[in-house]
């Protein structure tokens, strides 16, 4: 009854954002965090030979109905000059003909190569059109960054709720028949955080992904509420249990010291803040640790669980509280004891696997549920069930054509990006999330989008 209640709820009150967004033209500071946080399973699905059609997708179309209503570019195809486009703009064009010629081949094969072309041109090709046609302002861009943090922050605690209490209320959005990706997975007590990703590593990125644009919106407002968000931000990333995602924090926390060396009074400021939010995160985890065995279990054996990570040997069911199975797991491959970073050097062999059967197609969209991807696995290839590495989601879906054409759209991002340090942190923490877990196409389009934006507004005062 009250999954009923927060679904009825929830979508009323979207429909009516949807309408009253649409009229007083702020459909962007909408539709930008539904696109990315709404789950792929709150929609309808008609049949296997399509895809799920989410509330995303609806909300996409309505999204290009508004971007071609106020738009304030329009493209004139017979005017545009090959030689005059910008290199920035070719590699994001391969990038499209790459992943298109890759699926094209599996057309008559395989249903999801015609749903993943579908895909690629529905949300990613005419998401970038319609951004560029509508042309948002520096001032607009800045408060959709500003909607996108406080959105991540109510899902921040949304996490650790969830976590804690193993209450999930986006599962009351669950509406298709066909099983999508949900996963529950308890570990060291309590539940891994997911809200509506589906999967702990792909919120865990999200978490990574958000945090430079909260550091951008407190570095704009110097507002104490930001550092909160990102006190939250880190504390969410921790009850996701993706030990791979921990290890980004130092890294970022590295990249911004360095962007920040010749500016000694920002400097001083950002390592004083960073020291605030670890100080005082600590002390939270060690109270809790100290009034509850359930946290403490939880907290240090998070804590065991990333040495273990860089050569120690704890025991991770030692001192579990009653009523606790130990560590816990996820599933994995027959034969395979590893997890963790361990379990991603098992996948990169699929890509020996691949190069040597089908080296320029891969085995085409959908390979995982087919069972076709193998690793080498205790001297033999062996089926394997997941993939956590966004070059082995590629190579092994796509092959040398798929792989070529992600590489593009990522150089292109970078090159987009230049001169611009915030863009260029983005760029760095999107490629390190490929790295845990499959490529997160929405986040990847978005900066792309933004970036673009940000390149016409340069080219255009110069």
């Not at 709150?42 to 995303?56: K, L, Q």
């Not at 994001?92 to 190569?113: D, H, M, P, Q, S």
Request: glycine share 8%; hydrophobic share 50%.
């Amino acid at each position: 009854m009250l999954g009923i209640i927060i679904f009825i709820t929830f979508s009323l009150g979207l429909l009516a954002a949807n309408i009253i967004c649409f009229i007083k033209k702020k459909y962007l500071y909408l539709f930008i965090p539904c696109m990315l946080f709404l789950p792929e399973y709150y929609g309808i699905d008609f049949n296997n030979s399509f895809p799920i059609f989410t509330v995303t997708r609806m909300m996409f179309i309505v999204f290009f109905i508004y971007a071609f209503i106020n738009r304030k570019r329009t493209i004139q195809f017979k005017k545009i000059d090959i030689k005059s486009i910008p290199k920035e703009y070719l590699l994001i064009g391969g990038y499209f003909l790459f992943r298109i010629a890759a699926n094209l081949y599996y057309v008559g094969t395989y249903a999801a190569a015609v749903k993943t072309i579908f895909l690629i041109i529905f949300e990613q090709l005419l998401f970038l059109v319609a951004f560029y046609m509508l042309s948002p302002t520096k001032e607009e861009i800045d408060k959709l960054f500003l909607i996108i943090v406080r959105v991540a922050t109510v899902f921040f605690i949304i996490g650790i709720f969830e976590s804690v209490t193993f209450v999930r209320p986006f599962d009351a959005l669950y509406t298709v028949g066909k099983e999508v990706i949900n996963e529950h997975y308890v570990r060291l007590g309590l539940l891994r955080a997911t809200t509506t990703f589906g999967m702990p590593g792909l919120y865990a990125n999200m978490c990574v992904l958000v945090l430079p644009i909260i550091i951008y919106v407190y570095n704009m407002y110097h507002k104490k509420r930001y550092l909160a968000s990102i006190w939250l931000c880190i504390l969410a990333l921790i009850h996701t249990g993706s030990r791979a995602d921990y290890f980004y924090l130092p890294i970022i926390f590295g990249v911004y010291v360095l962007f920040l060396l010749k500016e000694k009074g920002k400097l001083i400021l950002f390592i004083r803040n960073t020291a605030i939010i670890v100080v005082t995160l600590f002390l939270f985890i060690g109270t809790n640790c100290a009034g509850n065995p359930y946290f403490r279990y939880f907290y240090i054996g998070t804590g065991k669980s990333i040495l273990n990570e860089v050569g120690f040997d704890f025991d991770l069911n030692e001192g579990a509280p009653e009523g606790i199975d130990g560590y816990g797991a996820n599933d994995k491959a027959a034969g395979s004891i590893q997890g963790g970073t361990g379990s991603r050097k098992v996948q990169l062999t699929s890509i020996g696997y691949t190069l040597q059967q089908s080296p320029l197609f891969g085995f085409g969209a959908g390979a995982l549920d087919r069972k076709e991807l193998k690793c080498y696995i205790a001297g033999e290839w062996r089926p394997y069930p997941a993939i956590d590495v966004g070059i082995v989601e590629a190579v092994t879906y796509e092959g040398i054509l798929g792989l070529i054409g992600v590489t593009l759209a990522i150089v292109s991002m970078f090159l987009l990006a230049r001169g611009n340090k915030d863009r260029l942190i983005l760029c760095i923490v999107y490629l390190l999330t490929t790295l845990s877990t499959v490529n997160m196409y929405a986040f990847l389009f978005l900066f792309m989008a933004l970036f673009m934006n940000d390149y016409e507004r340069r080219t255009s005062l110069e």
